[in-house]
């Protein structure tokens, strides 16, 4: 019989894809999801279990029923101007239910722990370069309570012996080219399916927030990664694992940068549309530059991303909102 994993937050953007991938990859997802921000239509790959991480009856419950060999943990709020407007919602969602799983699974007896985390956690270092060994600064709640986890597992690992695989994302982008599944997000915030909505006129013109950024365009730089390519890291962060080889943390990144300027006049091209833009004032919470200096997933990981191109993520993202499953 396949192995079943816990996936919590399976029914969301990233937690869907990491099923689709886990199932192809010979394991059957559990999809752990309170289905606040998650979609029941995206839970195809594997089982829902419809539980919250801030009950922990119901994480018991899920691993009793499907006795998982590991935990893939995505579940949690992840948006960086919500966290800096209601920073205690932020550390009560994120690390009280993270709390709660972590102790679950030390409880069942369940030693992998495969956790989403982010370069959120470096904060706002110009110029330093960002690999796993940069010391942690977080300028957001969402990035805090990320860092809080991080040091949560660590703690768990010398004191019941969980080995933890830690992924920090840059900025996640695509879809599943299939069409299977696809980001959407309520309300959506996140820069590349606002400014796709805004081509297809389904919302008004994109707020580029800042201009005045010391950066060449002026406006803020991040490093952009192909969802399917994440998702792909995490299967073989698993049977890193499973294979008993040690907790490590690893930056998801491809070590290039974009401006928002840049990716909205990568939108032009790829979907030939004129893309409506206002200047907006600064995002509160926002780091000037994210963009990951280390290339330790691919040594280590043998990890080998090859969608992480702004073409690809843009037509894979464009094609995912003209379909008629996507309600922007
Ligand atoms: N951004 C923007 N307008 C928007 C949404 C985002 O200018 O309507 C900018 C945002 O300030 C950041 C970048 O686009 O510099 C990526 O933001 P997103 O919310 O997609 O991801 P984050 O970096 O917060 O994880």
Known sequence: MSDHVLVTGGAGYIGSHACKALSQAGFVPVAFDNL????ADAVRFGPLAKGDLLDRASIDAAIAQYRPVAIMHFAALSLVGESMKNPGLYWRTNV????????????????????SSTCATYGDQDGVQLDESTPQYPINAYGGSKRAI?????????????????????NVAGADPEGEIGEQHRPETHLIPLMLDAI????????????????????CIRDYVHVMDLVDAHVLGLRWLLEGKPSRVFNLGTGSGFSVREVIRWAGQVTNREVPIVEGPRRPGD?????????????????????SNMRDMILDAWRWASKPEYQG
């Not at 297809?200 to 406006?219: C, H, I, M, N, Q």
């Not at 780091?287 to 969608?307: D, Q, Y």
Request: without cysteine; aromatic residues 12%; negative net charge.
């Open 200 to 219: 297809e006129g389904k919302r008004p013109a994109l707020t580029v927030f800042g201009s005045d950024y010391a950066t060449p365009d002026g406006t």
């Open 96 to 115: 009280t239910g993270a709390l709660n799983l972590i102790e679950a699974s030390v409880a069942a007896g369940i030693k992998s722990f495969v956790f």
């Open 36 to 39: 606040t921000t998650g979609w």
């Open 150 to 170: 991080e040091d949560m597992l660590r703690d768990f690992g010398a004191s019941d012996g969980l080995k933890s695989v830690i992924f920090r994302y840059f």
């Open 287 to 307: 780091a000037v530059a994210l963009v990951s200096g280390s290339s330790r997933a691919i040594e280590e990981l043998g990890w080998n991303p090859t969608r």
